[in-house]
């Protein structure tokens, strides 16, 4: 079952929700309603966070490739 936090999902989801966020306050500030201008700019903090995991996830993957290589190359030295 794949898991939905993973780091390519979120960063999808980073993007989606930036997009979003720039629409939505971008037609708050040309229609004067500074809710969904703040709401915008919320969904874009989101976003930067989601990309932040995903870039997390990605280095915590690479770290796991390299200490299952490390340990193999160990394993083979013995």
Known sequence: MPDDKS?????IKGVVEDVKGKAKEAVGAVSGNDSLTREG??????AESQREVAKKEAEAEKA???????????????
Do not use: T, V
């Not at 780091?7 to 960063?11: A, D, L, Q, T, Y």
């Not at 796991?64 to 013995?78: G, I, L, P, T, Y």
């Open 64 to 78: 796991r490739a390299e200490a299952a290589a490390d340990e193999a190359r160990q394993k083979s030295e013995q």
């Open 41 to 46: 700019r919320a969904q874009q903090d989101k």
């Open 7 to 11: 780091g390519p999902s979120e960063g």
